[in-house]
């Protein structure tokens, strides 16, 4: 039988060897907002820079607004503030109304006249209406502080979603229909992030704890 071993006299196979990836440069009207503890980034084709400081190291999540404005919603363990990074010496707004550390921001689509948000101690989704400088009546309510919240990209859906017990609503935000439960069968496992399609806002993904990814339909739940 004629043996597969290779003789040490075999002359090796070519390897092919690639050239180093170029660096990455991001396009001319992209950034990205980096997010720590005491400091916010703005990292883009002109380097990194900061765009906002705490000196307390009290930031626990930041979010910017989607219309260009240059608006970005910092909250630390006791406020939310809105501060334009346009102005000179960083004009800052808190919000009123806010209870309880803030978990999660996200801005709507309609020229950021809205914030949502969600905060540890709060069962629901809050949403503040900026130019009112009023807090509105929460958009849904679950049985644990929320921990994930996505928003479509036309403004018309409102997808939230709880941990203890495992729970997921999804509102209509123009009709403002009562939120309506998702019972997903792909996984029973709490969900921790879920995003809307970018050109398909009737289009979201969620995905699971025990790694299961799973896209839905709104309009055909």
């Not at 002109?46 to 190291?57: A, E, L, M």
């Not at 406020?79 to 004009?91: F, I, N, P, Q």
């Not at 989704?125 to 009023?134: A, L, W």
């Amino acid at each position: 039988m004629r043996s597969s071993r290779a003789s040490l006299n075999d002359a090796p196979s070519p390897v092919s060897i690639r050239s180093p990836a170029s660096p990455f440069t991001f396009p001319p009207d992209h950034h990205l907002i980096i997010t720590t503890e005491s400091r916010i980034l703005s990292w883009s084709a002109n380097g990194i820079y900061d765009v906002f400081k705490s000196g307390s190291r009290g930031i626990c999540a930041a979010k910017e607004a989607r219309d260009g404005s240059g608006v970005l919603a910092i909250a630390d363990s006791q406020v939310v503030v809105l501060h334009d990074v346009r102005e000179k010496e960083g004009g800052t707004y808190r919000l009123k109304g806010t209870d309880g550390p803030v978990r999660l921001l996200h801005f709507a689509t309609d020229e950021s006249k809205t914030l949502y948000f969600t905060t540890t101690l709060q069962n629901a989704v809050q949403e503040f209406d900026i130019p009112r400088d009023i807090l509105l009546e929460p958009a849904s309510t679950h049985p644990s502080p929320p921990t994930v919240l996505a928003i479509s990209p036309t403004n018309h859906l409102l997808l939230s979603a709880s941990e203890r017990p495992s729970t997921i609503y999804i509102q209509n935000l123009t009709l403002r229909t009562k939120p309506m439960l998702v019972q997903p069968t792909a996984s029973r496992s709490p969900v921790v992030v879920a995003s809307f399609h970018p050109t398909r806002p009737n289009i979201f993904l969620l995905g699971f704890k025990d790694g299961t990814l799973a896209a839905y339909n709104a309009t055909k739940l």
